[in-house]
């Protein structure tokens, strides 16, 4: 595992013991935690900054340390032509129209492939997660006996068949698969030979930004982006690609309230940045000014 990267967040569990929700059902989550017993859990993903992945391991490794379920997050090595393959089965997934030449198929597999070998050795049991299409083929690598879990967190519901029907392969070797929303399960996946579970999003509720603000600081920041706190807006995150930045664009032009889109996203596909660059593009177009942080518009007054 030397050529893995071993991600440990900075964030601390301390503040986990005094979050409601959990203190609601610690003892729950304890009873199932000792279930486990001596078994690892083993997060595998492509970055460890950035991304919606990121942001969840982030959390999800120290409120599983603080309940004892032994955990660690392994990212697989870096390599920009990988990388550049990987944002291309992106969009594929969603939609995208296309599909990926041999040669870029070999590069996705051989990487994964070439960087996963070691990861077999360890006898100790252990439950695999295994996040997104980045490292999907893994699974192919991993100990027979051990448990693997596909965890997919892009929506799914309309493939490009080109690329899914490369992928099932794969998909149908994993013990289960899970899914955020039940409409990302593809039409072509037999549930009957795969396990299909649905965990929908959730937060982080002792995260800094996910605590609730007194409301007179809430109103001080709806003010300085000259929102109207007495008229009804809407906040849609979503990422920023063809199949969805400009659905979210057409829908905030389409209501009539105040429409705030915050873009300063790079658009990796078109411009050769890799998955784990997303943060760091987006922080130097943001410092260089090359491109608006916010644009606001406001219909109600016919103009930005």
């Known amino acids: 595992m030397d ?3 071993r991600s440990e967040p900075s964030e601390v569990a301390e503040s986990y013991g005094d979050a409601a929700y959990l203190l609601r059902h610690a003892a729950e989550i ?3 935690a000792a279930q486990i017993g001596d078994v690892q859990v083993i997060h595998l ?8 992945v990121a942001e969840i391991l982030t959390s999800l490794l120290p409120l599983s340390r603080w309940y004892n379920v032994d955990t660690g997050w392994l990212v697989i090595p870096p390599d920009q032509a990988y990388f550049g393959v990987t944002r291309k089965v992106h969009d594929l997934l969603q939609g995208a129209p296309g599909a990926l030449s041999d040669e870029e198929w070999r ?3 051989s990487h994964v492939w070439s960087a996963g070998a070691p990861l077999a050795g360890n006898p100790r049991p252990r439950v695999w997660f295994v ?3 980045q490292v999907l083929p893994i699974v192919q690598l991993l100990p027979p006996s051990d448990t693997k879990i596909w965890v997919s967190h892009v929506d799914t519901s309309a493939p490009n068949p080109s690329i899914f029907d490369r992928l099932l392969p794969f998909i149908r070797q994993y013990d289960g698969v899970v899914f955020t929303l039940p409409q990302y399960v593809p039409d072509g996946l037999d549930r ?3 396990p299909v579970s ?3 999003p959730a937060i982080d509720p002792v995260r800094r930004k996910n605590r609730l603000m007194p409301e007179s600081e809430a109103l001080d920041y709806v003010r300085r982006f000259r929102i109207d706190p007495d008229r009804p807006f809407v906040a849609q995150i979503s990422i920023a690609n063809a199949p969805k930045l400009y659905k979210a664009i057409l829908d905030a032009l389409e209501y009539r309230g105040t429409a705030f889109l915050q873009c300063f996203t790079t658009c990796q596909p078109e411009h050769g940045v890799a998955d784990d660059m997303a943060l760091t593009q987006a922080q130097r177009v943001r ?3 090359a491109r608006p942080q916010s644009l606001q518009f406001r219909p109600i007054l016919g103009r930005p």
């Open 107 to 109: 590069v996705y597999t």
């Open 3 to 5: 050529n893995w990267q």
């Open 45 to 52: 993903n492509s970055t460890g900054t950035g991304g919606g």
């Open 30 to 32: 304890r009873r199932l």
């Open 287 to 289: 410092d260089s000014r």
């Open 198 to 200: 649905i965990c929908p």
């Open 192 to 194: 009957t030979r795969t």
């Open 131 to 133: 996040h997104d299409h």
